[in-house]
């Protein structure tokens, strides 16, 4: 095996697994009230390593922006691919001004309220915004598990059972989003975030991961649906061109 692809084998292999690492690190700092502060900080300049070695390790996206033709899916997909570059960079940027322990060193001094509150809301569009990130990948992601499990094409009956528990998971994702009122973190109608630190971290996580599942599911049937529309209109349009 030549030098050039035994490098894209390990890029190959090394991508999911940061990707893997940064959603997991997004879970977990999204219960801050159940591991403190110090481990809050450390999981956050975790995340911040991840998030340099994924976009290190994506650095031909920043190279295709300019090329080739864009159509209504490609428009999405990287609008929210720069939206969530934003709000990770703001993210990081105010976790680093409010830090108490990781970079206490640094000579930071006003602006906390500001930071604070930035913070909040960046943290739970960042949370959304990962998610939709997820749904554009997850069919490449079912892809893989597919060839890992050996299981090519579900049957009938497996197909129709993984469709109902996708809507199932959906449907109490968007209960969840409700009720846990993330809308109002996300658009700072509020200065402060409720944590319940008394709530059972398995019932939090399986709440976060409901929710993660619905933005997953709305994005990859839209996807699915732009795709179709794209196939559809690309032969009236080799029509209209002959």
């Given at each position: 095996m030549s030098e050039g692809k035994k490098r894209k084998t390990a890029k190959a292999k090394i991508k999911p697994a940061v990707d893997l690492m940064m959603t997991l690190a997004l879970l977990f700092l999204m219960g801050y009230q159940f591991w403190g502060e110090i481990a809050h900080e450390?999981?956050?300049t975790g995340m911040l390593v991840l998030f340099l070695a994924h976009h290190l390790l994506n650095i031909g996206w920043y190279r295709s922006l300019f090329r080739g033709k864009y159509t209504a899916i490609r428009v999405?997909?990287?609008f929210l691919d720069l939206a969530l570059l934003a709000d990770m960079i703001c993210?990081?940027?105010s976790g680093i001004l409010i830090s108490g322990h990781v970079f206490a060193f640094l000579p930071i001094t006003g602006g906390m309220?500001?930071?604070?509150r930035m913070h909040m809301a960046a943290c739970y569009w960042g949370f959304v915004l990962m998610a939709l990130h997820l749904g554009f990948h997850w069919g490449m992601i079912v892809t893989r598990l597919k060839r890992i499990s050996g299981i090519i094409?579900?049957?009938g009956v497996r197909s129709v059972i993984l469709r109902i528990t996708g809507i199932l998971i959906a449907g109490y994702g968007l209960y969840v989003f409700v009720t846990r009122d993330l809308a109002t973190y996300m658009f700072?109608?509020?200065q402060f975030v409720f944590l319940d630190y008394s709530e059972s971290p398995i019932s939090f996580y399986i709440d976060y991961l409901a929710m993660m599942g619905l933005f997953i599911w709305i994005v990859y049937y839209l996807s699915a649906i732009l795709k179709r529309s794209g196939?559809?209109?690309s032969p009236r349009a080799k029509e209209n061109h002959s």
């Open positions: 450390w999981a956050g999405l997909i990287s993210l990081m940027a309220g500001t930071a604070r094409k579900p049957s700072l109608r509020t196939r559809n209109k």
